[in-house]
């Protein structure tokens, strides 16, 4: 329903490549008018900006990895215009009387300059997603809250197959979701997804099970067998705890594995929770799905705790 391609990495990605971008015509535009004004070749005043052309050009390729390691992209500019410098006092450029100690000062700040403006314009872009995301969550709040006003609330599951068919409903949205954050292009495997997603072969131990009473199951109370429902229950107890490997971070349900991911909006150092990525990087309500999940687990576990005790 909603296209992974607009989460929050991709905003961010795009607004920073929108910035380099403005950043290269500027650029070009300044070579261009001290060609002009010089009467220097295009050529030699290309190569003369050529450092603070290729940082930009850099910081475009690694955007990931500049978001990681800030205070090593510091260094780009230093590096390339050291080569620069090497190459420009060469024998095969003696000849064109080059300022190559001036051309390095000038790559240098307009590198730093680059970078300066990128770092804040980061930081603010960081922010508004969230800023954004809140706002959303308060119209629906108050949306919700107006509806429940003109609507009639919907009415909680009587029977044990429709507790299973909303379980399986929240689960099978929580799946699409796990399955959109965790793909491969983010660096995801199927090993890293099973981890966390829920296990549709629990669907079909339901069903088995609710098969063996011979006719179609009608309200909780009508199931006598207690063995039935302690396998009933014994179901609801795993995909329970399958929800609840959301609430821990990634570092400690996928391991070193969490080294692998990419393209998405979280700490490198795996220390973020689980849930918390999937709701920064997918716009699918996740937190509203696996409330439900876990709300409808625990109504079922209640009233099938309280038929075995009896």
């Not at 706002?135 to 629906?140: L, S």
């Not at 660096?187 to 669907?203: A, C, P, T, V």
């Not at 689980?274 to 709701?279: A, T």
Request: aromatic share 12%; glycine share 4%.
């Amino acid at each position: 329903m909603f296209d992974m391609q607009s989460n929050t990495f991709s905003q961010k990605k795009s607004l920073f490549e929108g910035f380099s971008l403005f950043a290269i015509l500027v650029l070009m535009f300044v070579i261009i008018l001290t060609s002009l004004s010089t009467n220097s070749p295009l050529f030699l005043v290309l190569v003369g900006f050529s450092p603070t052309l290729i940082t930009i050009i850099v910081c475009i390729l690694i955007y990931e990895e500049i978001t990681h390691y800030k205070v090593a992209v510091w260094f780009i500019p230093f590096i390339l215009t050291g080569v620069f410098f090497f190459l420009l006092s060469s024998q095969q450029f003696t000849q064109y009387n080059l300022k190559v100690g001036t051309l390095s000062g000038i790559n240098i700040l307009l590198s730093v300059v680059y970078l300066a403006i990128f770092f804040l314009f980061f930081g603010i872009a960081l922010k508004l997603p969230k800023r954004k995301t809140e706002t959303k969550v308060v119209h629906h709040v108050h949306h919700s809250q107006n509806a429940q006003s003109n609507q009639p609330r919907p009415q909680a599951p009587q029977s044990i197959r429709e507790y299973v068919a909303s379980i399986e409903d929240k689960s099978k949205a929580i799946n699409f979701v796990i399955g959109r954050v965790y793909n491969k292009y983010h660096g995801g495997s199927k090993e890293l997804r099973d981890k966390i997603s829920i296990n549709k072969e629990w669907y079909n131990e339901f069903s088995e099970i609710l098969k063996t009473e011979g006719n179609e199951p009608g309200k909780i109370e009508d199931i006598r067998d207690r063995d039935k429902l302690v396998s009933l229950l014994y179901v609801v107890n795993k995909i329970q705890e399958r929800l609840n490997l959301a609430k821990k971070t990634e570092e400690t349900v996928f391991g070193q594995k969490h080294l692998n991911l990419k393209n998405l909006h979280r700490s490198a150092t795996g220390t973020d929770v689980i849930l918390d990525v999937m709701k920064e990087n997918d716009k699918d309500p996740i937190d509203s799905y696996y409330k439900g999940a876990l709300n409808f687990c625990d109504q079922l576990k209640s009233k099938l705790n309280a038929m075995i005790k009896r």
